[in-house]
C-alpha cells in the first residue's frame, strides 16, 4: 500500500489579499485614542461630590446654667431651694364614691398661659416651662415615657432624638479655591422651646365620700408637638413626645418660681402651687366618662366648636354629679 507523504501534511491556506474577511484591518491610532477616552468617562448616574468626607456637628443647647456670682436678689431666697412638695391627702380604693379620668390641653399662646412661656434665665436655667421639664428629663432627675400609661420608659438619647431638629447639610468650600467643594458639614437644628405651643395633662376626679369631698390628681404632664401641613402654616394635627409623672416632678417644681405680672401684693408662687390651684387656662380633649370606645373628643366630633362645647359638658356632668349629692 503506497501513502502519500504530501497527504499527511497539513495544508496551509494562503492569504487572499483580495478577501477582507480574511485580512482584518490594523488598527489605526483614531481608534485607540476613542477607546481610551470611553474607559475615562463616568458611568451615568455618577457623582463626584459623593466621596468627599463629611463631618457632623450635632451639638445640643447646653442645659448646665451659670449661677450668679453675687446675690441677684435685694432678699434671701435660700428657704426656697429648700421646699419639699407637700404630701398628698391618701385615697383609700374604697372611699372613691366616683372616679373618673380626663385629658386636657393647654394652649400656650393663650393669654393666661402667657407664663409657661416667660423668656428669662436665672440661677436654675431658662424660666420657659419646656426648658425647665427637658432639663429635668436630660439630667435625670424625672424619667420620660412613651405614652399616657408610663408603660415604657425613654432613654435620654432617645429624648434628645425625638426633640432634636432636622439635619442640614452644607457644603464646605476650599480656602484657595472659593468654587471647589472639599467636604461637608452636617449639623442639627438644636431644640428650640418657642415650637411646643401645646402641653397635655392627665389627671383624675375622685369624689371621697369619707370627706365628702371632690380631689383632682394630676397624674401626668406631656409634650405635643404640631404637625404642620407642608409648605404652609395650618395645623394638621398633633403628636406626642414624651410623658413625665407628675408626682416624680413635683419635687422640681416647687423649687421653681411662675412670672407673676399682676399682683405686686403677693410673692411669686411656685410651679407646683400653679398646678395643684389649677390657675391655668385648658380644654378637655378626652375622657373616661361615657366613652366605651376610649376615643379622643376629635375622633367622633369634626366641628371645632362642638369639640369646645362637648368638653364643657363633661366638665359640667363632674361637677353637677359632686353638687346632687348634696341636699339642702
Given at each position: ?32 485614542e476613542q477607546q481610551q477616552n470611553n474607559n475615562n468617562q463616568p458611568p451615568s448616574g455618577y457623582d463626584p461630590l459623593a466621596n468627599l468626607p463629611i463631618t457632623y456637628d450635632t451639638t ?162 406631656g409634650l405635643l408637638k404640631t404637625e404642620y401641613i407642608p409648605n404652609t402654616t395650618k395645623e394638621r394635627g398633633t403628636s406626642s413626645l414624651f410623658w413625665v409623672y407628675y408626682p416624680d ?80
Amino acid at each position: 500500500m503506497l501513502i502519500d507523504a504530501n497527504a499527511q501534511r497539513p495544508s496551509k491556506k494562503r492569504k487572499d489579499t483580495n478577501n477582507p474577511s480574511t485580512n482584518p484591518a490594523p488598527p489605526t491610532t483614531g481608534g485607540n485614542e476613542q477607546q481610551q477616552n470611553n474607559n475615562n468617562q463616568p458611568p451615568s448616574g455618577y457623582d463626584p461630590l459623593a466621596n468627599l468626607p463629611i463631618t457632623y456637628d450635632t451639638t445640643s443647647n447646653d442645659i448646665s446654667p451659670k449661677k450668679s456670682l453675687r446675690n441677684d436678689n435685694a432678699f434671701d431666697k435660700g428657704s426656697l431651694t429648700q421646699r419639699t412638695p407637700l404630701i398628698y391627702e391618701h385615697l383609700r380604693w374604697d372611699d372613691a364614691l366616683y372616679a373618673e379620668k380626663v385629658w386636657r390641653e393647654l394652649d400656650l399662646r393663650e393669654k393666661m398661659n402667657k407664663i409657661f412661656m416667660y423668656e428669662a434665665v436665672d440661677d436654675n436655667g431658662s424660666q420657659i416651662f419646656v426648658n425647665m421639664l427637658m432639663k429635668a428629663v436630660q439630667t435625670g432627675e424625672v424619667t420620660a415615657f412613651s405614652d399616657d400609661r408610663f408603660t415604657t420608659p425613654l432613654a435620654i438619647a432617645d429624648v434628645q432624638q425625638l426633640t432634636s431638629g432636622k439635619l442640614d447639610t452644607f457644603p464646605i468650600y476650599d480656602t484657595k479655591q472659593i468654587d471647589k467643594i472639599v467636604g461637608w458639614n452636617v449639623t442639627r437644628a438644636s431644640f428650640d422651646a418657642k415650637s411646643v405651643t401645646r402641653i397635655r395633662l392627665k389627671e383624675e376626679w375622685v369624689f371621697d365620700r369619707e370627706s365628702s369631698r371632690m380631689f383632682v390628681r394630676i397624674l401626668g404632664i406631656g409634650l405635643l408637638k404640631t404637625e404642620y401641613i407642608p409648605n404652609t402654616t395650618k395645623e394638621r394635627g398633633t403628636s406626642s413626645l414624651f410623658w413625665v409623672y407628675y408626682p416624680d416632678l413635683r419635687p422640681m417644681l416647687v423649687k421653681a418660681e411662675v412670672y407673676n405680672p399682676k399682683n405686686m401684693g403677693q410673692s411669686r408662687m411656685t410651679w407646683e402651687e400653679l398646678f395643684e390651684s389649677r390657675m391655668f387656662s385648658s380644654y378637655i380633649v378626652k375622657s373616661t366618662l361615657d366613652n366605651p370606645g376610649n376615643k379622643m373628643i376629635r375622633n367622633y366630633i369634626n366641628d371645632p366648636i362642638l369639640r369646645l362645647l362637648e368638653g364643657e359638658n363633661i366638665k359640667e356632668k363632674i361637677f353637677n354629679f359632686e353638687q346632687d349629692l348634696w341636699s339642702y
